[in-house]
Every structure is written in C-alpha cells, then in structure tokens.
C-alpha cells in the first residue's frame, strides 16, 4: 500500500485505467510473493527444528 500512496500523487495529472493496471498486476504479485516466502522460510524453519536436536526422551515412572 506504500507503494500505493506514492503512485497516485505523480499520477494525479494522468488519466487512464492505471488503477487497475496496478491493482491487477502489482496487488496480486506481491501477495503471491509473500506467500511463497512464507512458505519457503516455514518449511526451513520446521525442517532445522525438526532435525537440530534429537527428541526428548521422557523419563519412564519408577514402580517400586
């Protein structure tokens, strides 16, 4: 959206279909962007805790 609030003041003199140029190109972009990042570093993330450190091993109850 920051990207947003600096186009439209440099465009205000222009007419034409640019909103919607940018909000079919950029908006869905970015987000599709971000969700693949997301995706990436969780799957990173969840396979470096999963194979940094074995399991806990808890201790068994002592009958006696």
Do not use: C, D, K
């Not at 003199?13 to 693949?36: C, D, K, L, Q, S």
């Not at 805790?49 to 009958?63: F, L, M, Q």
């Amino acid at each position: 959206m920051v990207n947003l609030a600096r186009h439209i003041p440099s465009q205000a003199h222009v007419t034409g279909m640019w909103f919607a140029e940018w909000f079919a190109y950029r908006v869905p972009w970015e987000i599709g962007a971000e969700v693949g990042a997301g995706w990436l570093i969780g799957r990173a993330f969840g396979w470096l805790t999963s194979t940094s450190r074995p399991r806990p091993s808890w201790p068994r109850p002592v009958t006696g």
